[in-house]
């Protein structure tokens, strides 16, 4: 049977590293370090600096809940603009409508 060998996290991060900077194709880089190209792109996925680095991320925003009954569910995006939305609305159209008026025309 082959002998496997197992890769800590030091070593991931190094191939990692190498991989974002771009200097080189992923597959000299694989090749470099003896791994597939999926298991350097496995790791690439999980990289904490791929989580940091999302530009389409939204920013979570404080939610304010009021009166007795939520019959409606309002947003306010500057003085005097607010949008309102029915309680049960979908909150992916939401974020995709407020995201798309926060961003200038």
Not at 26 to 44: C, D, F, I, P
Not at 78 to 100: K, T
Request: aromatic share 6%.
């Amino acid at each position: 049977m082959p002998r496997t060998s197992v890769r800590g996290v030091e070593f991931w991060a190094t191939a990692v590293a190498e991989a974002q900077k771009g200097a080189i194709p992923r597959s000299q880089v694989a090749a470099k370090y003896g791994v597939t190209e999926a298991a350097l792109k496995y790791h690439l996925y999980k990289s904490p600096r791929r989580a940091s680095t999302k530009s389409d991320a939204l920013a979570l925003l404080p939610v304010r809940l009021s009166g007795t009954t939520a019959k409606q569910v309002e947003v306010e995006l500057g003085p005097g603009l607010r949008l309102r939305f029915d309680e049960g609305c979908d909150p992916a159209y939401v974020a995709a409508l407020v995201g798309r008026l926060r961003k200038p025309c």
